[in-house]
């Protein structure tokens, strides 16, 4: 089992390990490499969603409440008029949140009394609706022998994205499409019908490319035009076409690494520098994976099996796994990853993971850049347990 911290992290009572130096008897102390720091655990049932932003976590469950957090206290709490918080993102002074009845909400902190959040919006919003189901032709088939007008989401809400430079907002959801939503009036400029079955995943990228995988297997790119007022998305190409379901999509910091996550226990990642050019095959758990999370040179992937895999990139396509994090008893459904403002330094960049399970908890891992001192975890064994660096 991954280390457990007694002591709380966030008061700064971090329990440090000692060990001397080899040219002298003097004491340094050091953070143990990964380690899990804190647990939250509230009965409301499975965690589904969690965003960080700065020292504030924000958690989504099958309960109507979404939750923050701050230095694993209750800072604050808000409820919707659904359960069941899918996604939430954050982007600026604003919260996002996708939920099973397939409507986005928007949220905002108050100024004087940051605690507590009011509702902003909800997208589509309900005079747009009413407009368009004047029109006969604004009604597409969402189910069988069941129609509804095009802006609405006909399922469950299942990811969100934002492209923040243009002030786009992208939502997928089981209904096999993707909306485009202006944040700025909270209009729905375009619906794409993007796959055969459920949209899993959506990530904006760079040069008004976007990412979408789905239960039909496969992982498509689409590219952003302006089209008269709104914008039009076009199919430029098909990354990935297997059979198990694509679970998850994680872009890197730098655009630069494209991640996706499948069913079938397996990391598929793409180059996105020059081309859209396939890098390798991540295989480090044994169950499917449920969600991944990248920042600075670090992959994270949560999966069925609990566990959550550590992955660097090294020198090019490389990757090695430095570590895997245990402590769930339930399968891993959503990571948020931050900074670790309090412990990082020029030797040693920490990140703080957030991580929520089916078991209703969510844990806080201190996790570092550095690579082990020991070497099992940098190579694969006959079960495929840990993972030979993809080329």
């Not at 949140?97 to 108050?110: E, L, N, S």
């Not at 609405?152 to 299942?158: E, F, N, Q, R």
């Not at 992959?299 to 660097?312: P, Q, Y």
């Not at 670790?340 to 991580?355: C, E, G, I, K, V």
Request: hydrophobic content about 35%; overall charge neutral.
């Amino acid at each position: 089992m991954s280390p457990w911290c007694q002591n709380s992290y966030f008061n700064q009572s971090y329990p440090w390990e000692n060990y001397e130096t080899e040219n002298s008897n003097v004491s340094v102390k050091r953070l143990p490499q990964n380690a899990l720091v804190g647990c939250i655990v509230r009965e409301e049932g499975h965690i589904y969603s969690l965003a960080a932003c700065r020292d504030l976590l924000y958690t989504g469950s099958e309960s109507k409440n979404i939750r923050v957090w701050k230095n694993l206290h209750e800072f604050s709490a808000f409820k919707s008029n659904s359960g069941l918080v899918k996604a939430i993102i954050i982007c600026g002074d604003k919260i996002f949140t996708g939920h099973q009845d397939g409507k986005v909400r928007i949220w905002k902190a108050q100024a004087k009394n940051p605690d507590i959040h009011k509702r902003s919006g909800t997208l589509p919003t309900f005079i747009d609706i009413f407009k368009c189901s004047i029109k006969p032709k604004n009604y597409v088939e969402v189910k069988r022998n069941k129609t509804s007008v095009w802006i609405k989401h006909g399922d469950a809400i299942s990811s969100l994205s934002m492209n923040q430079e243009k002030g786009l907002l992208y939502s997928a959801s089981w209904d096999k499409t993707f909306k485009v939503w202006k944040v700025e009036n909270s209009k729905c400029l375009e619906s794409v019908i993007a796959h055969e079955d459920a949209v899993n995943s959506i990530v904006a990228g760079a040069n008004d490319m976007i990412f979408t995988g789905s239960a039909d297997g496969s992982v498509k790119v689409w590219r952003r035009e302006v089209h008269n007022k709104g914008t039009k998305h076009s199919l430029e190409q098909t990354l990935l076409s297997q059979e198990c379901a694509v679970t998850s999509l994680v872009i890197d910091g730098s655009h630069s690494i494209l991640y996706c996550g499948s069913s079938d226990g397996l990391v598929n990642f793409w180059e996105c520098e020059k081309e859209l050019k396939h890098g390798g095959v991540l295989k480090g758990h044994k169950l499917a994976i449920l969600c991944l999370a990248a920042s600075g040179n670090l992959l994270f992937s949560g999966s069925a099996d609990r566990n959550i895999c550590v992955w660097k990139r090294v020198e090019g396509s490389a990757h090695s796994c430095l570590s895997v994090l245990t402590g769930h008893t339930g399968p891993v459904k959503c990571l948020a990853v931050e900074k670790d403002l309090q412990t990082s330094n020029a030797d040693d960049q920490r990140w703080l993971l957030y991580s929520g399970s089916l078991d209703k908890s969510v844990k806080v891992w201190s996790v570092s850049e550095q690579s082990p001192d020991f070497s099992e975890f940098q190579q694969g064994d006959d079960n495929g347990d840990f993972i030979l660096p993809a080329r």
